[in-house]
């Protein structure tokens, strides 16, 4: 079983609704979570991280993290064309900032 | 992208051939990373470092060898190209601070024929 699993989509919304990406881990040691975008042919890019239970917030993007159920979420409101990418979810996992990346989530926004 | 350059940025060997991939920052962080991704597999961890000449094995290391002689420079070496090593590979680094997160390069696409 893979440490970070995520369902792999497409995940296919209409332009301005809510997006809603999931992960669940399987190490209870992990703290952190970080969520990456990538477009296709690109470099994964940070959009945000979470280490505490809770909602944080950043402009259109909300991380979500339940660490009782082991499980992160990340919505994306007000879904735009230029969101359609994969997005990768992360946590931290023993020393040295290694991160351990699930498969990836695709998005495909439409108009 | 934060002052990471990896090269070259494509290449194409032919099995059992050596290959060294760089990854080059002008960051100054302490930690790096190999990474390599295939469909369905998301990004691997191959190998780190955290420091000069400390380096240490990743979940998928077999095959590869790393080497990092200056903070700024971290080598990726195939000593003998497989098909199976065909994928992208990104370079990645960390200033180590707390839970600081990664920050990728823009990728290598090697192709082992």
């Known amino acids: 079983q893979k440490e970070v699993e995520q369902n792999s989509g497409p995940l296919s919304v209409p332009e301005g609704a809510i997006a809603s990406l999931n992960c669940t881990y399987s190490?209870?040691?992990?703290?952190?979570f970080f969520w990456y975008r990538q477009y296709s042919g690109k470099s994964p890019e940070l959009i945000m991280f979470?280490?505490?239970?809770g909602d944080k917030e950043d402009g259109r993007f909300t991380a979500q993290l339940n660490k009782a159920s082991q499980y992160v979420s990340l919505l994306i409101r007000d879904s735009q064309p230029s969101d359609s990418a994969t997005y990768l979810c992360a946590g931290l996992h023993g020393g040295y900032n290694k991160l351990i990346f699930g498969a990836g989530t695709r998005l495909a926004v439409h108009p | 992208d934060a002052g990471i350059t990896q090269s070259p940025r494509h290449k194409v060997t032919e099995t059992g051939t050596p290959v060294t991939l760089r990854c080059h920052q002008t960051?100054?962080?302490?930690?790096m990373y190999w990474y390599r991704q295939d469909p369905g597999h998301g990004l691997r961890l191959i190998h780190y470092?955290?420091?000069?000449?400390?380096?240490d094995k990743g979940e998928v290391s077999d095959g590869y060898s790393v080497s990092r002689s200056k903070t700024e420079d971290f080598l990726l070496t195939l000593e003998s190209a497989t098909s199976s090593q065909t994928s992208v590979y990104f370079c990645?680094?960390?200033?180590?601070?707390?839970?600081?997160?990664?920050?990728f390069g823009n990728g290598t696409r090697l192709t082992v024929t």
């Open positions: 960051e100054n962080h302490r930690y």
């Open positions: 470092s955290y420091g000069v000449k400390d380096t």
């Open positions: 190490d209870r040691g992990s703290q952190s």
């Open positions: 979470i280490y505490s239970n």
């Open positions: 990645a680094i960390s200033s180590g601070t707390g839970d600081s997160p990664l920050h």
